[in-house]
């Protein structure tokens, strides 16, 4: 796991012009305390690959005069980060602390004096009271994409002490205080260069962050930010897009998102709000796509309903369509004429849809003879739930209401065609759309991020996930 996770979970912040998001998005303490816990290994990883550079100098020791020295071929032997914490800074952003941590290290020492006599031997070194302190801001880079820099970094030691092995032991123990000194400037000259890299390191990886997610052949969904985040003592709360759009044409939908607050939840790492206006995007994408249509033919109904799509069972209820079209089988185009609408209140997300019912006669030829259009009504109840990294979701008919839009076999009885058409939305329609709606749509995806304890409830015009996370690889 690196270092970046944390980072990865607030880096959605270009500083676009203010609109209401679609989504939002809060990062509790909770989570930034495990990106603490996992961010600590990574820094480790870091600090062992520190490079002391040789270096050498000359010190006066009473009472043999000037001996000059060097220091080479240092290396980490091993890191220890005993205290480190992750505040959150109200208004700009966060601050990495480190404390009481300390560093091993091995090398190899020369020395020279009375200008003729050498000596050497190798070295321990172990630095001790290691403290680093740094503030990360986080800004929009030229793609509209996140990017993280070190504003301030303070790194200081309190001490650092050598042991020598090999030579004169009463010549080093002359000018050790000497090496203590130089070794502990050197490695303290070491540590803010490090972090500073460290965080830049991370801008690649933010660069893959999916800013605009495929759903499939027809939309995909837009997870830029409208507004910089806003940071609290307590959390970063930061606010998406959250918008559907056709694949390659981003036309805007004829309505806005409205506001919504997330609660002040606190016991999960993190916090998804998932507005209407996100549903209802994608219905508008959808609908101008004209993928909400279905043809509804015999064989896709159960061979153990009696109801048929042929004109002898339609013809029970109109006469007529038995009389023209007598023995032929029928097709139904069902479709919607505007988008659906998605309502969320507590506990109770529904979807209301106006379409048409179109029936042909299917004549010998296979050419289509135009029977009727229905208005069909309908209302659905929707169950969400998340899979993976993406929300998905089913639903059930609450109710249908039919009325005729165009005849061209006479005056009908539409209230008839009730028993007709319930049997098509439940077996056929509705199924086929449980299919799709499971496959979901892609959340926003931070690294190699997984969900975990994941709970979904439907509030006021939108929904809210709370979960914990883990990050693989």
Known sequence: MTLCWWFLLVAFIPMTSGTNPGVKVKLTEKGLEYGRQLGMV????????????????????????????????????????????????????????VSNAFISLRGNWKVKYLHIIKDSGSFDLKVKGLTIGTSIAIKSDETGRPAVSNVNCGA????????????????????????????????????????????????????????????????????????????????????????????????EPPFSPSAFTLPSQINNMLYIGMSAFTANSAAFVYNKAGALHLFVTDDMIPQSSPIRLNTRTFGAFIPQIAKRFPGLMMKLLVQTVKPPVTT???????????????????????????????????????????????????VTLNKMTLTLGTSYVGE?????????????????????????????????????????????????????????VQFTG
């Open 156 to 251: 200081t030691v309190s001490s650092a002490s050598v042991k020598f092995h090999g030579g004169a032991s009463w010549l080093y123990n002359l000018f050790r205080k000497f090496i203590d000194k130089a070794l502990r400037s050197a490695m303290q000259k070491q540590m803010c260069p490090l972090v500073t890299n460290a965080i830049s390191d991370l801008n690649p990886q933010l660069k893959t962050l999916n800013v605009l997610a495929k759903v499939d052949q027809y939309a995909e969904i837009e997870y830029s930010m409208v507004s910089s985040p806003i940071v609290s003592n307590s959390s970063i709360d930061f606010s998406l897009k959250g918008e559907f759009y056709n694949i390659g044409k981003h036309q």
């Open 344 to 394: 969320f209140e507590p506990n109770n997300l529904t979807v209301q849809a106006s379409s048409t019912v179109t029936a042909y006669a299917i004549q010998p030829n296979t050419t289509l003879s135009p029977l009727f259009v229905l208005n069909l009504e309908t209302s659905v109840s929707a169950q969400v739930f998340v899979r993976g990294m993406r929300l998905a979701g089913a």
């Open 42 to 97: 990574s820094i480790q990883q870091k600090l062992k690959s520190i490079k002391v550079p040789d270096f050498s100098g000359s010190q006066t020791v009473s009472p043999i005069g000037n001996v000059k020295y060097s220091l080479s071929n240092m290396c980490i032997v091993s890191v220890g980060l005993p205290q480190s914490a992750v505040n959150l800074v109200q208004g700009t952003g966060m601050r990495l602390s």
């Open 412 to 468: 009908f009885q539409v209230r008839s065609l009730d028993s007709i058409l319930q049997l098509v939305l439940k077996v056929v329609v509705i199924p086929r759309l449980n299919v799709q709606l499971a496959k979901g749509y892609p959340l926003p995806a931070l690294g190699k991020m997984k969900l975990v304890n994941t709970q979904l409830e439907v509030l006021k015009d939108y929904m809210l996930i709370g979960t914990d």
